[in-house]
């Protein structure tokens, strides 16, 4: 089924700065807006209900992967996330662009049940790049960010599957690709004739 709004759904492995690109491109862009996720992790730092991720316990999670509740889940670091199938559907049919910040696994379901949604990696310039980020992010203990780099490893293979990759060298050069690719796909042929059916009308495009 197609809807007549965008659903842009980013992925990357951790350290690679997809939630600053996202949060930056979410200033920029007044006409996007995010979902949030569940997530049967405890909130870190100043993170709070409903902003980052909506905090549930891991029982409550999986009762609502009983119930259907979620498009995709995936388990990540022994963390639980997982999109709600209502909340997205219904913005998104009433015209909204959505964005998405989850992981791979979710990101390729999510393409398997909503075919037109866009799909965004975010690449470190390096491997050594991204062990600097994951330091200075706060990932000190050497057995944590071995593990995040092997996890790494796996994450950005899948980078092939995803219809555009974004480098995060330089995060404003980064930011404007990010855009460029928002921008690019409201204004492909389909979207624009769903959204701006009136002009393609008097134009003799569509009956």
């Not at 990540?76 to 999109?83: D, K, M």
């Amino acid at each position: 089924m197609e809807y007549p709004g965008n659903l842009f759904v980013v992925a990357a492995p951790s350290g690679a700065g997809k939630s600053s690109l996202v949060k930056a491109l979410l200033e920029v862009d007044a006409k996007l807006s995010v979902s949030v996720s569940h997530t049967s992790r405890a909130p870190r730092g100043q993170e709070q209900h409903g902003r980052e991720y909506l905090f549930i316990t891991p029982d409550e999670f999986r009762a609502k992967i009983a119930h259907g509740d979620f498009f995709e889940w995936a388990e990540v670091h022994g963390n639980l996330y997982g999109t709600s199938r209502v909340a997205i559907e219904q913005r998104i049919a009433h015209g909204e662009d959505v964005v998405l910040e989850i992981d791979y696994q979710g990101a390729l379901q999510i393409k398997k049940l909503f075919p037109h949604a866009v799909l965004i990696f975010i690449l470190p310039p390096s491997w050594d790049e991204l062990r600097e980020r994951l330091i200075r992010r706060g990932d000190t203990e050497p057995a944590v960010i071995a593990k995040r780099m092997e996890n790494a490893r796996h994450e950005v293979a899948q980078a092939r599957h995803f219809d555009f990759v974004v480098i995060n060298a330089l995060f404003d050069t980064a930011l404007f690709d990010l855009k460029a690719i928002v921008q690019a796909q409201r204004l492909k042929y389909a979207t624009q004739s769903r959204n701006r059916s009136a002009v393609f009308r008097a134009l003799d495009l569509i009956p």
